[in-house]
């Protein structure tokens, strides 16, 4: 299963930010697609396993503080899609009478 090779490559070798693996190179090592890749690092970390990532790639976190970097990151994400649902939401009222 590709979950668990992406686990445990992850924690053999990328233990701490300063190893983390970017996704295209973590793609040629385990064949995974990119969709597929985002799919099994968070179901990992939903079953609170600390996959954690920044802008060089995902890693095996090693302290608290780098959950914690990975948790503000996706905290800002998610204030993101919030923002472009509220605009796609407000778009609506130039389809009047199209419910699709």
């Known amino acids: ?18 190893k983390a693996v970017s996704s295209s190179r973590l793609r040629r090592i385990i064949p995974i697609s990119e969709n ?4 099994a690092v968070n179901r990992m970390r939903r079953e609170g396993i600390p996959i954690a ?5 995902y890693y095996y976190a090693q ?4 959950v914690y ?3 503000r990151n996706l905290k800002k994400m ?3 899609l919030d923002a472009a649902i ?3 939401e407000q778009s609506l009222h130039s389809f009047a009478g199209d419910r699709g």
Do not use: V
């Not at 299963?1 to 300063?18: A, E, F, H, P």
């Not at 302290?63 to 780098?66: I, M, S």
């Open 86 to 88: 509220t605009g796609l």
């Open 1 to 18: 299963m590709k979950k668990d090779d992406l686990k445990r490559y992850l924690t053999r070798n990328c233990q701490g930010r300063t």
């Open 53 to 57: 990532s920044d802008q060089t790639g």
């Open 36 to 39: 597929d890749l985002r799919k």
């Open 69 to 71: 970097s990975t948790i």
């Open 78 to 80: 998610r204030s993101g």
């Open 63 to 66: 302290t608290a503080g780098e």
